[in-house]
C-alpha cells in the first residue's frame, strides 16, 4: 500500500500546472548542447521586387530565348526586331536569313521588311494621340477628312471607328498598293483613284471577301 500511495504522489505532483511550481523546479535544465540563435523571419516589402531600367542585355537574352523558337515554330526564313527607350533604339537585331538560298543573314540595318499589318499599330496610335488632342471624332462621318468622297451604304457613312475596328464594309483589295518595279504612289492617290466596292453596311460585318470594285 505504501508503494501505492508513493505512486500517487508523484503522479500528482506531474499534474501541477507551471504557475503552481516552485521557482526551481522552472529552472531550465542545464544541456551540454548550444543554443542555437533563432531563425531570421525574412523581411517583406509592401513595393514588391525592386525593379530596375530595362537595358540592351535585358532585351537581348529575351530575344536570343525567344525569336528562334518563334522563328522555327512559324516557318520564318528571317525576321528584324527593334526596340526603341526613350526615342533611342535600345537593340537592333536581325535573326535568320534575308536569302535561304544563299544562307545570307538578316541584317537589321540594311534588310527590308514590308511592314505590312504592322503599320495598323503605329497608324491607330496617331489616330487616337489626336483624338486625344481633339483633331478627330471616331464617330464622324469619315468624308470630313478626306478630300473625296465615299458613298454611303444603306445610308450610313463609315466612320474612322469602323474603319479602325475593321467593319467598313469594303470588299478587300490591295490593287494598286503594291509595286515591285516602281516607288508607290501616294496613298491618297491611290484611294481616290479606286474605292473598293461597299458591300455590307458599316458596323455590321468585321470579316470581309474579295470582290470586284469599280475604277474610278
Same mark, same amino acid.
Given at each position: 500500500?505504501?508503494?501505492? +500511495?508513493?505512486? $500517487?504522489?508523484? +503522479? +500528482?505532483?506531474?499534474?501541477?500546472?507551471?504557475? !503552481? =511550481?516552485s521557482p526551481t523546479q522552472l529552472q531550465p535544465t542545464k544541456s551540454n548542447a548550444a543554443i542555437l540563435p533563432a531563425p531570421? $523571419?525574412?523581411? @517583406?516589402?509592401?513595393?514588391g521586387p525592386v525593379a530596375h531600367d530595362l537595358t540592351k542585355a535585358?532585351?537581348? !537574352?529575351?530575344?536570343? &530565348?525567344?525569336?528562334?523558337?518563334a522563328l522555327k515554330a512559324g516557318g520564318i526564313p528571317g525576321a528584324v526586331v527593334v526596340v526603341v527607350k526613350d526615342g533611342q533604339p535600345l537593340t537592333m537585331r536581325?535573326? &535568320?536569313?534575308?536569302?535561304v538560298k544563299t544562307a545570307k543573314p538578316v541584317d537589321p540595318e540594311n534588310t527590308l521588311f514590308r511592314p505590312g499589318s504592322v503599320s495598323k499599330l503605329f497608324t491607330w496610335t496617331a489616330v487616337m494621340q489626336q483624338? =486625344?488632342?481633339g483633331k478627330l471624332d471616331l464617330d464622324k462621318d469619315i468624308n470630313t477628312y478626306l478630300d473625296f468622297k465615299i458613298p454611303p451604304?444603306?445610308?450610313?457613312?463609315i466612320t474612322l471607328r469602323n474603319i479602325m475596328t475593321h467593319t467598313p464594309g469594303f470588299a478587300e @483589295? !490591295?490593287?494598286y498598293l503594291i509595286n515591285y518595279d516602281k516607288a508607290p504612289p501616294p496613298l491618297s492617290k491611290?484611294?481616290?483613284?479606286?474605292v473598293p466596292d461597299r458591300i455590307y453596311a458599316p458596323g455590321t460585318m468585321p470579316a470581309r471577301r474579295k470582290f470586284p470594285f469599280k475604277k474610278r
Open positions: 500500500m505504501r508503494a501505492f +500511495a508513493w505512486l $500517487v504522489a508523484i +503522479a +500528482a505532483a506531474a499534474a501541477i500546472p507551471a504557475s !503552481a =511550481q531570421a $523571419v525574412p523581411s @517583406t516589402s509592401a513595393s535585358d532585351v537581348d !537574352a529575351w530575344l536570343d &530565348g525567344f525569336l528562334p523558337y536581325g535573326f &535568320g536569313y534575308s536569302d483624338v =486625344q488632342a451604304k444603306d445610308g450610313k457613312p @483589295t !490591295a490593287k491611290v484611294l481616290s483613284r479606286a
